[in-house]
T-cell receptor, first 112, second 121 residues
Framework: GENVEQHPSTLSVQEGDSAVIKCTYS??????FPWYKQELGKRPQLIID?????GEKKDQRIAVTLNKTAKHFSLHITETQPEDSAVYFC???????????FGTGTQLKVEL | GAVVSQHPSWVICKSGTSVKIECRSL??????MFWYRQFPKQSLMLMAT?????????EQGVEKDKFLINHASLTLSTLTVTSAHPEDSSFYIC?????????????????FGPGTRLTVT
C-alpha cells in the first residue's frame, strides 16, 4: 500500500518568513495530493491540493509543488503569520482508489 | 460549500456501553464516507471506508464487530462504538467525498467533520 513520509515534524519560523514542508510517497500510481491544516481540537481543513497532471499550484500565500519522478511534493507558505500556526498534514490518494494516506504531520509555529 | 457536520461533538460514556456518532454532508451527496481515529499529537488513522448502500471496508486491525458503520443514505453515515472501553477513548473524525452538489466538488475531494471527542470511563 501507499506510504507517505513527512518532514519536518516541527518547524518554527519568524513572522514574515517562509515555511516549507516536504512529503514523499511510495505508490507511483498516486494521483491526488491534498494538504490539510488542523488547529488544536478542530477538524482538518483542506487548504490546497494538486493533481498529478500539474507540477505546481498556488493560492495566495500558499503553493504546492509536485515532482512525480522523485515522488515528492511540498507545501510552501510565504509571509507567514501567527494564525498559520497549526499542524499540517500531507496526504496522497492512489489512482483507482478513494482513500487517503496521511503523513505524520508538521507542527508549524510562527513566532512574533 | 463542502460542509460536513458531526454529532455529538463530545461524549462521555461508561465502560461497556455503546455510543453512536453521526456524520452528515450538508451541501453535497457523499458517495463515500470515511471514519478516522486520531490520538493526541498523532496523525489521522483510517478505520474504515463506507460507500452508500454497501458494507463498509475496514482497515487491517480494526474490529468490524466493535465499530459498526452504516451508510444508508448519500448524506448520512453512522459509527457505533459497541461495548466501549477506556482504550477506545479518542478523537473520531469522519470525512465525506463526493461530486457536484452545491459544493461543486470536482473530483472527490475529502472534507472533514468537526470530530467527536469520546471519553470512556
Amino acid at each position: 500500500g501507499e506510504n507517505v513520509e513527512q518532514h519536518p515534524s516541527t518547524l518554527s519560523v519568524q513572522e514574515g518568513d517562509s515555511a516549507v514542508i516536504k512529503c514523499t510517497y511510495s505508490d507511483s500510481a498516486s494521483n491526488y495530493f491534498p494538504w490539510y491544516k488542523q488547529e488544536l481540537g478542530k477538524r482538518p481543513q483542506l487548504i490546497i491540493d494538486i493533481r498529478s497532471n500539474v507540477g505546481e499550484k498556488k493560492d495566495q500565500r500558499i503553493a504546492v509543488t509536485l515532482n512525480k519522478t522523485a515522488k515528492h511534493f511540498s507545501l510552501h507558505i510565504t509571509e507567514t503569520q501567527p494564525e498559520d500556526s497549526a499542524v499540517y498534514f500531507c496526504a496522497a490518494k492512489a489512482g483507482g482508489g478513494n482513500k487517503l494516506t496521511f503523513g505524520t504531520g508538521t507542527q508549524l509555529k510562527v513566532e512574533l | 460549500g463542502a460542509v460536513v457536520s458531526q454529532h455529538p461533538s463530545w461524549v462521555i460514556c461508561k465502560s461497556g456501553t455503546s455510543v453512536k456518532i453521526e456524520c452528515r454532508s450538508l451541501d453535497f451527496q457523499a458517495t463515500t464516507m470515511f471514519w478516522y481515529r486520531q490520538f493526541p499529537k498523532q496523525s489521522l488513522m483510517l478505520m474504515a471506508t463506507s460507500n452508500e448502500g454497501s458494507k463498509a471496508t475496514y482497515e487491517q486491525g480494526v474490529e468490524k464487530d466493535k465499530f459498526l458503520i452504516n451508510h444508508a443514505s448519500l448524506t448520512l453515515s453512522t459509527l457505533t462504538v459497541t461495548s466501549a472501553h477506556p482504550e477506545d477513548s479518542s478523537f473520531y473524525i469522519c470525512s465525506a467525498s463526493g461530486f457536484g452538489g452545491r459544493a461543486s466538488l470536482m473530483y472527490g475531494e475529502q472534507y472533514f467533520g468537526p470530530g467527536t471527542r469520546l471519553t470512556v470511563t
